[in-house]
């Protein structure tokens, strides 16, 4: 006699139940991502305020900000804070991955104390930073200005305040890209390090044929989240200095902020929004052709 299998349910499971699931996400993403979004290259073309309501320019915000002197400035200003920036939070979270993942006793208290200026909020280390360097009770201004002689300026002197302010930048986001060039470590299996070494290739030409190879999907993570960061730096300079002395540490996002609640067009500041976007991706773009994975070149 022949078993008759048990014939499987179709599941009644429709689109459109699956669709109702998805329909409060949907409706948060259009309303606070989608519509903005949109809504920033219509600003483009138009003149106004909040209060005073909005009129169409054409191409005139356009026209304007290739003329505006102080838009060009912002974007020096930011080119040197990107040119100190993201140099350095990939050369020093490197050194410092590369250090905490040996095995010595007491790692976990040294990776502890790495990660602790990435737990700190924007606001505080700013403040932090501005007692270490106050001339009247600052133990870092009296040490190097006073004992060491350096008299540096800080804050009060042009490019040496965009540059000190993106160290402070580097500073803060140490142990989360630190920590990130770790996680990328731990995936290389130590049998490549272990076959470079029978073939005598150890230390540095191990590092950059086994490495830097194995490392590049982690270091374009990496090099877009610093360049973006760097290029939409706002909050540090909005507690540390803002905008000064003058106009050196002038950025875009803080030249945007100021013509949306200064008192300037919101429209000229969304042309602004709209530039610096096309320039993240350009750039984003760059360095996923550069660094795009080859696997490691050891033989």
């Keep these: 006699m022949a078993i008759r299998h048990p014939r499987r349910r179709r599941s009644n499971r429709s689109p459109i139940a699956a669709s109702l699931f998805l329909l409060p996400k949907t409706l948060l993403f259009t309303a606070f991502v989608l519509v903005p979004?949109?809504?920033?290259?219509?600003?483009?073309?138009?003149?106004?305020?909040?209060?005073?309501?909005?009129?169409?320019?054409?191409?005139?915000?356009?026209?304007?900000?290739?003329?505006?002197?102080?838009?060009?400035?912002?974007?020096?200003?930011?080119?040197?804070?990107?040119?100190?920036?993201?140099?350095?939070?990939?050369?020093?979270?490197?050194?410092?991955?590369?250090?905490?993942?040996?095995?010595?006793?007491?790692?976990?208290?040294?990776?502890?104390?790495?990660?602790?200026?990435?737990?700190?909020?924007?606001?505080?280390?700013?403040?932090?930073?501005?007692?270490?360097?106050?001339?009247?009770?600052?133990?870092?201004?009296k040490l190097t200005n006073q004992v060491l002689g350096l008299h540096l300026p800080y804050l009060s002197r042009g490019t040496f305040a965009i540059v000190f302010v993106a160290l402070i930048g580097v500073w803060s986001g140490l142990g989360f890209y630190s920590i990130?060039?770790?996680?990328?470590?731990?995936?290389?299996?130590?049998?490549?390090y272990e076959a470079a070494s029978i073939d005598g290739a150890t230390g540095f030409r191990a590092f950059r044929t086994i490495t830097l190879p194995l490392l590049k999907p982690v270091m374009q993570i990496v090099l877009v989240l610093v360049t973006i960061a760097a290029i939409q730096v706002f909050d540090i300079i909005y507690v540390m200095t803002q905008g000064g002395p003058g106009t050196s540490t002038y950025t875009v996002m803080w030249y945007i902020y100021q013509n949306v609640f200064g008192g300037g067009s919101i429209g000229y500041a969304a042309a602004m929004g709209v530039l610096v976007l096309i320039v993240s991706l350009v750039i984003s773009g760059f360095y996923l052709r550069v660094t795009r994975t080859e696997g490691s070149t050891y033989e």
Excluded: H
Excluded at 180 to 192: R, T, V
């Design 37 to 141: 979004f949109v809504y920033t290259f219509v600003l483009v073309f138009q003149r106004g305020t909040l209060l005073r309501g909005f009129t169409f320019v054409g191409a005139d915000n356009i026209v304007a900000l290739a003329r505006d002197s102080l838009f060009w400035l912002t974007l020096r200003n930011t080119l040197v804070y990107i040119l100190v920036s993201v140099p350095l939070n990939i050369i020093v979270p490197l050194s410092i991955a590369l250090l905490i993942s040996t095995p010595i006793r007491g790692m976990r208290v040294y990776r502890s104390l790495i990660y602790i200026p990435s737990l700190l909020s924007i606001a505080a280390t700013g403040l932090i930073w501005k007692v270490l360097i106050d001339p009247d009770i600052g133990p870092l201004y």
């Design 180 to 192: 990130i060039f770790m996680a990328g470590l731990n995936d290389i299996p130590e049998d490549l």
